[in-house]
């Protein structure tokens, strides 16, 4: 039997995941889809909010500062690329500006360092911002990280020390019984005392298979984004937000980790939770609202569009508690942004809530492991010689555009978490993240993903179960077109 089962590897659940390892307790993590961090994680603004813009007193604004505070700590310690870069809230009218004082207030009442600065100042320092911008919130301590970056090493951490992650494994059932539950998913049955729910959009789904009062209802936002290519380091230096409205924090600006800028999102609220296609509505939308705040944006750089959903709940905060009816099953429900901010405060508080129901000794050798991820492109040509004389596939480029090599590729599918699909390769390593998108390297990793788990490349998946991109052999056994 498992003490604790956490549904869900999202960036919550994979904290989660982490802070439970170092205590002598038998964690599983079941996550539906072929890869982790799959579901809203993957596609959200990754900023690490400071933690002004929430309504004081709520959880989020609690969580939100806490977590900022804690991301510096935890990324150093599993060797996950971080960066306090800062950011910037404008006003570009006298609405804008009373609502911007206001959030100076929120800033202040939630403990959060932040400034208001004259249109001079935010000029001198974001020069293609529009002169007609009256007033701006300077936050310092706003950062920006990958969040898939930061799931593996999480992950990857809490497998060294002991905890199980099984992938593909959709949870069907849950049958409470007198002081454990038995969890069904499509692939096996497991026995758990405690019961995590942090299933992201599917939340109130499994919370349903225990009870049939929940306690929240949820609600789905669509988000629609551009990516710009790297190599416009002169276009923004800071996160930029325009002053936030009652749908959210708008359209935003947003340099990230691996040198490239985001603009979005959109905030369209949409029935079906699966529903991530981009529209030209949605598209049309965040220009609009790109080109109200700044000038010189570089469409031209655009490579790539894409949608994430927001799980919202009816109760308008993070839902973080233990149910009433169903004890040992806790809810970790309605973690929009600054869900991402918010993660490792997050998991501390459940941390302490099984605490407080539980003595808990920590593992004698519980250790942090840092990730070593060899990263060709960021290494100075002596130490890629080196590395090459160790290894000669790091010597083989096959994604031109970010650099990245045949070695890099092999070390993503045999990491302790074993990357399976092309999407997990270019999550982990980058590989078609650059300007083709794939164009030229996908069909090399498609080779060797299949020569590396020993399988037929027709059994290699994009992403998800069913998303296979080749169907059948054209030749069989190398044939010469006969057969």
């Known amino acids: 039997m498992y003490d604790v089962t956490i549904i869900g590897s999202g960036i919550t659940g994979s904290f989660i995941a982490h802070n439970l390892a170092k205590y002598q307790l038998k964690v599983l993590v079941l996550e539906k889809d072929v890869e982790v961090g799959d579901g809203v994680t993957k596609a959200n603004s990754a900023i690490i909010h400071s933690g002004y813009d929430p309504k004081p007193g709520t959880l989020k604004a609690k969580l939100n500062v806490l977590g900022n505070k804690m991301y510096e700590q935890v990324t150093k310690e599993l060797n996950v690329d971080y960066k306090r870069i800062g950011s910037y809230t404008l006003a570009f009218n006298e609405l804008e500006e009373k609502e911007l004082r206001k959030l100076y207030q929120h800033g202040i009442e939630n403990g959060v360092e932040t400034y208001l600065v004259e249109k001079e100042e935010i000029l001198k320092k974001e020069p293609n911002i529009k002169d007609t ?100 380091d002169d276009y923004v230096h800071h ?160 994604c031109r555009c970010e650099s990245i090599t045949e070695g890099e590729i092999i070390d993503a599918i045999h990491s302790p978490l074993g990357i399976r699909t092309i999407d997990g390769i270019k999550r982990r390593v980058r590989p078609g993240s650059g300007r083709c998108q794939g164009g030229f390297c996908q069909p090399l990793i498609l080779e060797i993903l299949a020569r590396e788990l020993k399988v037929s490349k027709t059994d290699i998946l994009l992403d998800k179960e069913g998303s296979n991109i080749l169907t059948e052999e054209t030749k069989i056994n190398g044939g010469d077109g006969n057969e």
């Not at 090493?153 to 007198?178: F, Q």
């Not at 991820?373 to 083989?396: A, F, M, S, W």
């Open 133 to 232: 911008v009256r007033l701006g919130l300077y936050a310092p301590t706003t950062g920006i990280l990958a969040p898939w970056d930061m799931i593996y090493a999480l992950l990857d951490n809490a497998l060294y020390n002991g905890v199980e992650i099984k992938t593909s494994n959709e949870v069907l059932n849950i049958d409470k019984k007198e002081d454990h539950f038995v969890v069904k998913t499509n692939q096996s049955t497991y026995k758990t005392r405690y019961v995590i729910n942090a299933a992201g959009l599917y939340a109130e789904h499994i919370t349903r298979m225990v009870t049939d009062n929940p306690g929240f209802k949820m609600n789905f936002t669509r988000g629609e984004y551009y990516v710009l290519d790297r190599g416009y």
């Open 239 to 398: 996160v930029i937000y325009p002053t936030p409205t009652a749908k959210g924090k708008g359209v935003l600006i947003v340099p990230t980790i691996h040198g490239n800028v985001l603009l979005g999102p959109t905030s369209e609220r949409i029935e079906d939770a699966d529903s991530t296609e981009v529209t030209k509505v949605g598209l049309e939308f965040v220009k609009n609202h790109v080109n109200q705040m700044i000038n010189n944006t570089p469409y031209k750089g655009i490579i790539r569009t894409f949608s994430g959903i927001r799980p919202k709940t009816d109760r308008l905060d993070f839902i973080i508690e233990e149910l009433n009816d169903t004890p040992q099953f806790i809810q970790v429900a309605g973690i929009e942004s600054p869900g991402l901010a918010s993660a490792p405060a997050i998991a501390k508080m459940v941390e302490e809530m099984i605490l407080n129901k539980e003595s808990l000794e920590t593992k004698h050798d519980y250790k942090i492991y840092p990730q070593k991820q060899v990263k060709i492109n960021e290494k100075p040509i002596d130490e890629i010689n080196r590395l090459i004389k160790q290894n000669p596939k790091y010597g083989t480029i096959i």
